[in-house]
């Protein structure tokens, strides 16, 4: 069994360029969740799904950040008109959903995003 | 304030000694939380949750929970110098957000 998987590793674009990330969770995870990283900071949440339903979206996500998960498995992050404070560390967690309230999440190893 | 607080330490421990992580919380409606490693450049890793008031122990691990306080700790016993990493404190909130604390470094000196 694979854990988290996330593509690409590293990304470097100019500052107005759109960008796009994927995450393929842990096989049988039902819940998956993205988060965005700087120095020295925790984890921030962006948003999260449930299947392929966004069930919860930071209310600090900018109208430049999307995020899809057609299928209910894989999930991509797309960040439009990127610009210099979008640089950071964006990490992807799955969870299996159950009727305790623990969701244990598991990340994957981060895609790190410098916009120049 | 925020969701979630960590002294940033850094915290230095002797090898072989307890070392004592707090977390506090502001959302009483909060019912999971977890503790999280993370090393320099890498991506967290999960070590212990808990739900229930009181303690839960894993190996070297003890994470502590007090939801009257909005308190919960991690204690790790017999520190070696491979628990050197930040520990990151987070908490399930209603709605299922999850939030973070900005970490807490620990470094075990040999």
């Known amino acids: 069994d694979t854990g988290v998987s996330q593509d690409p590793r590293h990304k470097i674009t100019k500052r107005g360029q759109n960008v796009t990330f994927r995450c393929d969770p842990i096989?049988?995870?039902?819940?998956l969740y993205w988060y965005r990283q700087t120095l020295g900071q925790g984890p921030e949440f962006l948003t999260y799904?449930?299947?392929?339903?966004?069930?919860?979206k930071s209310r600090l996500l900018s109208d430049r950040f999307s995020a899809e998960r057609p299928k209910g498995s894989f999930s991509t992050l797309e960040i439009q008109r990127t610009e210099q404070g979008d640089s950071a560390m964006y990490l992807c967690a799955s969870s299996l959903n159950s009727a305790r309230p623990l969701d244990e999440q598991y990340f994957g190893p981060g895609t790190r995003l410098t916009v120049t | 304030q925020k969701e979630v607080e960590q002294n940033s330490g850094p915290l230095s421990v002797p090898e072989g000694a307890i070392a004592s992580l707090n977390c506090t919380y502001s959302?009483?409606?909060?019912?999971?939380f977890f503790w999280y490693r993370q090393y320099s450049g890498k991506s967290p890793e999960l070590i212990m949750s808990?739900?229930?008031?009181g303690d839960k122990e894993d190996g070297r691990f003890t994470a502590q929970l007090n939801k009257a306080s909005q308190y919960v700790s991690l204690l790790i016993r017999d520190s070696q110098p491979s628990d050197s990493a930040t520990y990151l404190c987070?908490?399930?909130?209603?709605?299922?957000?999850?939030?973070f604390g900005t970490g807490t470094s620990l470094t075990v000196i040999p």
């Open positions: 808990i739900y229930s008031n």
């Open positions: 959302d009483r409606g909060s019912q999971s």
């Open positions: 096989s049988e995870h039902n819940r």
């Open positions: 799904f449930q299947n392929e339903a966004q069930l919860e």
């Open positions: 987070a908490v399930n909130s209603p709605g299922n957000q999850f939030y």
